[in-house]
């Protein structure tokens, strides 16, 4: 009859698939991690952000039994922002560190004296950058944390 053939044929997908359904979903898992590690590390919109974030938090539930795969993934993207964020505070803090010297060349206690020769190149910073420079030393130099 017509449930019993429904029936066999149930019953024959179940075997051909048992053995192989493992390997496709951490296939599966593997691809939509490599996904979300895509998302998180090419965009900086919130709503996507916010979005892979929590798709990446709901695949390393440790009720999963593949977890392990998406913690790994977590660990990966948590390493490639630091080391982007490492390398965009070094090109800030060098840029502030070329942007001082300049002003201590050509600014007005720079281009007194000897250096007289400076004073067409000389220098004043207007009150905003001033202010901007003062908090970076306060924050970043004269600050109580390590």
């Known amino acids: 009859t017509q449930r019993k053939v429904q029936a066999d044929e ?21 691809q939509v991690l490599s996904q979300l590690q895509e998302l998180l590390l090419r965009h900086t919109g919130s709503e996507v952000l916010g979005a892979a974030a929590r798709a990446l938090g709901a695949l390393c539930d440790p009720q999963l039994p593949l977890c392990a795969r998406g913690d790994l993934a977590r660990s990966r993207v ?15 803090m060098r840029a502030f560190v070329a942007l001082s010297d300049v002003l201590l060349v050509l600014g007005p206690a720079g ?34 944390s390590p």
């Open 10 to 30: 149930r019953e024959r997908l179940s075997h051909c698939l048992a053995p192989v359904l493992p390997r496709l979903m951490v296939k599966a898992l593997s």
């Open 78 to 92: 948590v390493d490639e922002l630091a080391d982007k964020c490492h390398r965009h505070v070094t090109a800030v």
């Open 111 to 144: 281009t007194r004296g000897d250096t007289a020769a400076l004073s067409p190149l000389r220098m004043v910073p207007d009150v905003a950058l001033r202010s901007q420079l003062a908090a970076v030393l306060l924050d970043h130099v004269f600050s109580d």
